[in-house]
Nanobody, 126 residues
Framework: VRLQAFGGGSVQPGDSLSLTCTVT????????MAWFRQAPGKEREFLAG????????DYADTVKGRFTVDRDINKGTVNLEMSSLKLEDSAIYFC????????????????????WGRGTQVTVSS
């Protein structure tokens, strides 16, 4: 199983950016997916997740209303659409996959993630 995140870059406050995570070797129906980020000197934090069924979503309060997570089963991708970016959104962004028996569960804990992609850097600066 391999996860690969890309789409990061340097933007200005208020801009939008889209990240994509490609998942190979694992059907997305079999895993709950999530996006995390880690800024320098800070712990990795959960941002957004989608359930195995693809019908349940959840977001951290810090990004709710600004970030949207979605997946494309056919392409094997999970996207994170980010808008109204702030300086404090600067971090390395990771996608991750977790096994769960529950179709609607959102996995938010990084210790439960089975697979991780390499991070992609997002820098928001004026």
């Amino acid at each position: 199983v391999r996860l690969q995140a890309f789409g990061g870059g340097s933007v200005q406050p208020g801009d939008s950016l889209s990240l994509t995570c490609t998942v190979t070797g694992q059907n997305l129906y079999g895993v709950a997916m999530a996006w995390f980020r880690q800024a320098p000197g800070k712990e990795r934090e959960f941002l957004a997740g989608v359930s195995r069924s693809g019908s349940a979503f959840d977001y951290a309060d810090t990004v709710k209303g600004r970030f949207t997570v979605d997946r494309d089963i056919n392409k094997g991708t999970v996207n994170l659409e980010m808008s109204s970016l702030k300086l404090e959104d600067s971090a390395i962004y990771f996608c991750a996959a977790a096994f769960t028996s529950r179709q609607l569960e959102i996995v938010r804990t990084d210790s439960r993630m089975k697979y991780w992609g390499r991070g992609t850097q997002v820098t928001v600066s004026s």
